[in-house]
């Protein structure tokens, strides 16, 4: 009779990330641009009948006679997001998270995520890690190979359009390539958020950068040569097509609207233009068209495909292609580029994976035994 195998796996707490790197916005745009890469050229599996799933997520209704039921609420769900990438990585992977507007009053994060990787061929579980950071981080990042691509080599200023966590990652993405920086503009609806990130950026980011607070969105857009735009789907940010100056470089990480007129006009990027595609597709079979492209970011844009003045997004380019040198990324510096990120899976074992080989070198975490034999097998 055949001896079963030994199976253990590599547990990493928040300390042992920070102590791997998750925090460095420079490898992390690095290990992105690897992945991008692998996307263009089909070296990956997601979720979904076209593999270019976001994920999947649990929602609850509004009224339950269940009294255990969780209820609706804003941004309430928990969400599984599978996939598998190969090159030097060869890795499957899911992050698993669950998300409540109300944790911060109990003194948790919105979302509590962690990153389980597991071996493709044997399918053990190889790391569970918090992923938290992990998550921010590689949302942060892909502004930031965004930035090394399509932003004009001189540009100088970034302007942050929602103050809070998720855009604190971008602009470590966009700062580590951008090397003229000199000013951060700051806008977000609550003044006291704007003035949180500017004590953090002052603290974190770079001391030596200026730093200035606007009063309202149009203040900061029309002073950015870098936009990263990362507020609620809640409250979409407005924003209008002369506020958008040319050589511009967009990065629409949150909700959004902009005018039809800066959509026709644009080059228009996305992360995976496939993925969009699905999410065009999901918003028509949908039965409530506007709704649906209400709540995607850029919704505009979608409408103009439609109407047929921007082209269809499979034609559109990708940071993939870009990254690839087989797609044109800007071809100017009077043009105005937009990114359009949806975020992926992928990014997170990409990321993830990066991490786990960087602790076990460090020699962090903590080994968990599955079984020293399978009891049936």
């Known amino acids: 009779m055949a001896q079963g195998k030994k199976t253990e796996m590599l547990f990493l707490s928040e ?25 263009y050229k089909g070296d990956f599996r997601e979720g ?47 992050k698993w998270y669950g998300s409540n507007v109300v944790n911060p009053s109990r003194g948790l994060p919105r979302s509590v995520l962690m990153v389980m990787l597991n071996d493709p061929d044997t399918c053990e579980p190889i790391a ?31 302007a942050i359009i929602g103050a809070g966590p998720i855009n604190r990652a971008c602009a470590m993405g966009i700062a580590s390539q951008m090397e003229n920086l000199k000013t951060v503009y700051i806008y977000d609806i609550f003044p006291e958020n704007a003035e949180k990130f500017k004590n953090w950026a002052v603290s974190e980011l770079d001391a030596n950068l200026e730093y200035v607070i606007c009063e309202t969105t149009e203040d900061a857009v029309v002073h ?33 609207e902009i005018d039809s007129s800066f959509w026709r006009s644009a080059k228009v990027v996305m992360d995976n233009p496939s993925m969009h595609v699905d999410y065009m597709q999901e918003a028509h079979a949908s039965g409530d068209l506007k709704k649906a492209y209400a709540n995607m970011m850029g919704y505009k844009l979608y409408e103009c495909v439609d109407d047929g003045t921007v082209p269809p997004l499979e034609t559109l380019p990708g940071l993939g292609g870009i990254a690839c040198g087989e797609q044109k990324g800007r071809e100017s510096d009077d043009e105005r580029v937009v990114l359009l990120t949806g975020g992926m899976p992928i990014e997170d074992v990409a990321w993830g994976y990066t991490l786990y080989q960087r602790a076990k070198e460090m020699g962090l975490g903590q080994t968990l035994k599955i079984w020293d034999e399978p009891h049936w097998f």
Not at 15 to 20: C, E, N, R
Not at 27 to 34: A, G, I, K, W
Not at 229 to 253: M, N, Y
Request: proline letters at 7%; aromatic letters at 6%; glycine letters at 10%.
């Open 15 to 39: 300390p042992d990330m920070l102590k791997a790197g998750v925090l460095d916005a420079k490898m992390c745009v690095d290990t992105l641009v690897e992945m991008f890469k692998l996307l």
């Open 48 to 94: 979904g009948p076209n593999n270019n799933s976001h994920g999947i997520a649990i929602r609850f209704p509004k009224e339950s006679p269940f009294p255990n039921m969780p209820l609706d609420g804003p941004d309430r769900r928990f969400m599984a997001m599978p996939a598998y990438l190969g090159g030097r990585f060869n890795v499957c992977g899911e």
């Open 128 to 158: 569970l890690m918090s992923a938290n950071l992990l998550s921010a981080m590689r949302t942060g990042s892909v502004p930031g190979v965004g930035t090394r691509f399509l932003a004009r080599k001189d540009a100088s200023t970034l």
């Open 224 to 256: 950015g040569d870098v936009i990263s735009v990362a507020a609620s789907r809640f409250k979409p940010v407005v924003i209008k097509d002369e506020w958008l100056q040319k050589g511009c470089t967009i990065i629409l990480t949150g909700a959004s």
